[in-house]
């Protein structure tokens, strides 16, 4: 959705009415999605290229030159970025630029000033790039202070022909007047007015004269007017040689009187407005939230008339037609339209305690959808998304009151989702949709876990078909081979974990055994370096007689975190990607370090890190959202899919070492986490089954990963589940894991320099590959073990004894109960015969 479209729909504000409304929600908001109106642009420089590139010359990864008068820029890599010459212009400022481009990945705009003369994340601004090789228009704020002397242009993350045919930059002036919020207590309307300019402005709202203070806020109250619980009515702030200032303000009123149609379905009570204007939702007689307008269009609401009072009720307008049904626990409401409106338009009451909009938001107890604690650059306003980064149809609150739900079948409708209330300025949490046609879903629940609600949708939906294998299995293998055996991934000194050079080159050990899985031959290497996949894969340390190497590596490491773990069971992390997240822990980074303790465990039956691992997992049961595991470049705080991974695994290992059935509900709980990251719909060749790595951006700023896949954090995830499978059929675990597994093999280079590598990210408008370009050793064990074939290493209990081998026949996994720590067997490749003949 562009963003003048999105500007366009924001020009009201949906403000509601309520028992028990809590003031201090209200004023504690923080979110102003509307923007200052701009009244008019002063031009300050252009750089046009009729006769050359106007002074920008290619620093990195493009080259630059024009003809007919337009700058040509060839990107020959993923970091592509060329600078202008010098200025002097007073900040801040806006860019308008007009650009045609083939590539992929967002623009930026980096800028220098006197004060800063180098490049700098914070003196930078993405935006969104459209790769259709048609002209378009872009207009990009800079929140510059100072003189800039210079701008830096990246255009996009790959490589392609980018064309521009203007750079400008202007000056916006903008209205000094905003309405920063609105909320309602009782029938009575506080508005929020701020002056941005130094000099006072005599106004008028509604009928109040006003003097706004400069450079200040002023609180301004209006009486709501009228006694129905659901009435429209528009503020107007005016002032002398300024343009207006319009809010269309809704009442939603919980006390007032109604002439109601009601229906009722188990717990649950639907008191429809007989003139179509709203709906009252109760549950147990008690008011959870409203539906209200049921639609709206063009900045009012359309008049309606009853035409049908069965089941469904149906009302009729201009233009318009609303169906509202009761169904069990679900109300069921259909729009249609000639043109483009809003709804139904749900609000549900109370104090949040979870919510999820799938794709792009995971929140837990009081927070604030569309915040800046996982993206600080404009992108965090994210409250009517590009419905290409919704992953799956579902918004959802969990607040004190209820459990509420909305989905839809037709993706290509445009969800609305705020919580706090900041698009209507009131108490509760807002969802609804946008198109002509809308059918949606509302569900209601007394009490009830997000998890149920994700589970619900998905299995009311149930899971996509598999996507189109890319390639035979024969074919597949080979080509994960041949990525493996030769340039770039492959030199004398090892493997790399990405095939671009300057990651650096060792002898893997992840690497090495999957060449072993793959061939039956072990590589000849002096020397073995724990990791280089996602998946650990450690049998070439038992193929090649190291099985006492490996001991004292993962002892040494196990113990490194034992001494690291807190007296309470948990793991603290202090790091600067700590900074907005309200404790110095989460779930995903807790996980992490279990599942390295567990696996120890179970390997070994080493006591000590059994113990830890249960400690920790009886700690880990306090958390509600999947977040922290990637705190080599985000957020502490961010919702997170490979937190998911960790989790699962790590219950899923406690339970079998133990046999405690609440780490099986536990290990379920986690699973149904990771389902709003993985995209269950598809409108392009490869989407169905890709999974969105985290809900926010590295670094808080770029790149934004919502709406990107990266599909190693979800084959991570796949693999978790495939653990899971065994003991769990709450949801076809295995067909979500195969899924993941054939995105990620259908992203997999097929030919050329990078053939069998998976790409670290792939852009789904523009069916991109991108950087960096990973070995394919997780591809290859969840391939592995999703054929029920073992992968790694096996881990058997024999005669009180514990056998771990590299081979499947070594494979005998003990039941889940709790194994003493006996002696360990350490199969190396001596002792095969004599071990498979003891065990068969």
């Not at 639609?295 to 318009?320: C, E, H, S, T, Y």
């Not at 037709?410 to 989702?417: G, R």
């Not at 948990?570 to 990607?577: I, L, M, N, P, T």
């Amino acid at each position: 959705m562009s963003r003048n479209r999105k500007l366009k729909w924001c020009r009201w504000v949906f403000v509601t009415l309520g028992i028990g409304m809590c003031a201090a929600l209200s004023a504690a908001q923080d979110i102003n999605p509307y923007p200052r109106q701009l009244l008019r642009t002063e031009s300050l420089h252009q750089w046009l290229f009729r006769a050359g590139t106007a002074g920008w010359t290619a620093l990195h990864n493009c080259t630059v030159s024009a003809a007919d008068g337009v700058m040509k820029i060839q990107s020959s890599g993923n970091d592509p970025y060329l600078i202008s010459g010098p200025i002097r212009i007073e900040g801040p400022l806006a860019v308008r630029l007009r650009v045609k481009c083939v590539s992929s990945g967002a623009g930026q705009f980096f800028w220098t000033t006197v004060e800063s003369p180098h490049t700098n994340e914070d003196h930078s601004q993405n935006f969104k790039l459209v790769h259709d090789g048609q002209w378009h228009d872009y207009s990009v704020r800079l929140d510059a202070g100072g003189t800039v002397t210079r701008l830096r242009f990246d255009p996009g993350g790959a490589s392609g022909l980018i064309e521009v045919e203007k750079i400008e930059l202007v000056r916006e002036i903008l209205h000094p007047l905003e309405i920063q919020s609105v909320r309602v207590e009782g029938r009575q309307i506080s508005l929020s007015l701020t002056n941005h300019t130094n000099r006072a402005i005599a106004c008028t709202v509604d009928d109040k004269r006003i003097m706004a203070a400069g450079n200040a806020g002023q609180a301004i109250t209006l009486a709501a007017g009228g006694k129905t619980p659901f009435e429209a009515r528009e503020v107007v702030v005016l002032a002398d040689g300024l343009p207006p200032i319009r809010r269309t303000v809704f009442v939603a009123d919980g006390e007032a009187a109604g002439d109601w149609i009601t229906r009722t379905s188990r717990d649950t009570t639907l008191k429809v407005a007989r003139d179509g204007s709203g709906a009252r939702v109760e549950v147990g007689g008690k008011l959870v939230g409203f539906i209200a307008p049921l639609v709206w269009r063009d900045g009012i609401v359309p008049k309606l008339k009853l035409v049908g009072q069965g089941n469904p009720l149906k009302f009729a307008g201009d233009g318009v037609s609303v169906t509202v049904a009761l169904h069990g626990e679900e109300i069921l409401i259909a729009v249609q339209s000639d043109t483009v409106c809003e709804g139904p338009v749900l609000r549900a009451l109370g104090s949040l305690e979870q919510g999820v909009f799938a794709g792009l938001e995971y929140l837990g107890k009081g927070e604030k959808s569309s915040s800046t604690l996982d993206i600080e650059t404009e992108e965090h306003i994210r409250f009517a998304p590009d419905p290409l980064k919704v992953t799956m149809p579902l918004m959802a609150f969990v607040t004190d009151q209820a459990s509420v739900a909305m989905t839809w079948r037709d993706m290509s409708l445009q969800p609305v989702y705020a919580t706090p209330n900041f698009l209507d300025g009131a108490e509760g949490h807002r969802a609804a949709l946008r198109g002509k046609k809308i059918e949606a879903t509302i569900m209601v629940r007394k009490s009830a876990p997000l998890e149920d609600l994700i589970l619900r949708v998905v299995k009311e939906r149930g899971l996509p078909a598999l996507p189109k294998l890319p390639r035979n299995r024969e074919a597949q293998m080979a080509l994960s081979l041949k990525a493996l055996t030769g340039p770039p991934l492959k030199t004398d000194a090892g493997w790399g974990h990405c095939a671009e050079p300057h990651w650096q080159r060792q002898p893997f050990a992840d690497c090495a055994s999957t060449i072993w899985w793959l061939t039956g031959e072990a590589p000849q290497l002096p020397k073995l370096v724990m990791g280089g996949s996602h998946i650990r894969n450690e049998a070439i340390y038992f193929v090649t007689g190291r099985a006492k190497e490996w001991l004292t590596v993962k002892s040494s490491q196990v113990r490194g975190i034992i001494a690291a773990q807190k007296a309470d069971g948990s793991f603290r992390y202090d790091g600067k990607y700590q900074r907005g997240h309200f404790e110095d822990t989460a779930s995903g980074y807790c996980a992490q370090h279990v599942v390295t303790l567990l696996e120890h465990a179970r390997a070994t039956g080493d006591k000590p890190a059994l113990d830890a691992g249960i400690k920790a997992l009886e700690f880990m049961k306090r958390f509600r959202t999947p977040r922290g595991a990637q705190v080599w470049e985000c957020a502490l705080h961010t919702p997170d899919i490979l937190a998911s991974a960790h989790l699962v695994h790590a219950y899923v290992r406690g339970y079998e070492l133990t046999g405690n059935r609440d780490y099986l509900g536990q290990a379920r709980r986690w699973a149904i986490t990771g389902l709003p990251f993985v995209y269950l719909w598809s409108c392009q060749p490869v989407m169905v089954y890709a999974t969105t790595p985290v809900f926010g951006a590295t670094n808080w700023r770029a790149p934004n990963w919502i709406g990107l896949p990266v599909q190693w954090c979800g084959y991570d995830y796949a693999y978790a589940l495939t653990m899971l499978v065994p003991y769990d059929k709450t949801l076809n675990w295995r067909q979500l894991a195969e899924g993941i597994l054939i995105t990620a093999e259908q992203m997999q280079y097929p030919d050329g320099e990078f053939a069998g590598c998976v790409p670290d990210s792939f852009e789904l408008a523009t069916q991109t590959r991108r950087p960096w370009n990973i070995n394919p050793c997780a591809v290859v064990s969840l391939r592995l073990a999703l054929e029920g074939k073992l992968d790694a290493l096996a881990v058997a209990a024999v005669d009180g004894h514990r056998v771990v081998a590299p081979f499947a026949a070594a494979r005998r996994t003990f039941a889940p109960r709790r194994v003493p720590p006996t002696k360990c067997w350490w199969m190396a490749s001596g002792l095969w015969t004599c071990a498979r003949a003891a065990m068969t």
